[in-house]
């Protein structure tokens, strides 16, 4: 599938912070069907039993997957704050492995956003997937003193054109 655009990438979450010491440093694609996707890998200081990731990582992953999802039109002017989700683990989420994220937006009201996100291997089998419910509320309602621009300061250009699954 072809990529669109690239989003930004943050400061210091978890999940996508590139000054974050222990993140992930995940980066995310604007795909040409309205999702995002990221190719990331978990480590092995994110274990739960050996050799499979924390279900709460995974579960991390899903919440910034569908946070993501709500900026695949381009702009990252929507915010929100989880309010639910749900996640079920089909299948043991293992690191050092090649992974794919993607998220997709399925219900937009002028409220909240419900979104769908799924980590698949590189056989595009889902391990683990969730839907996500978000309140959208402007940044200054989520934090007063928080600077998006110097939140989201990393627009990282790469050579990544496609992401597809080994079929």
Known sequence: MKVVSKQRNSRNCFICGMDNKIGLHAQFYNMEDGSVMTL????????????????GISATMIDELGLRAMWTGGTEDVYGVTTSFTVKFRKPVRYDEDLIGRGKVIKNTHMSIVTHAEILNKKGEVLVEGDVTYLKLPVEKINKNVDVAHELPYLIEDDIKEINFEN
Do not use: A, I, K, V
């Open 40 to 55: 990331f890998r978990m480590r092995e200081d994110l274990q739960s039993f050996p050799e499979r990731t924390h279900g």
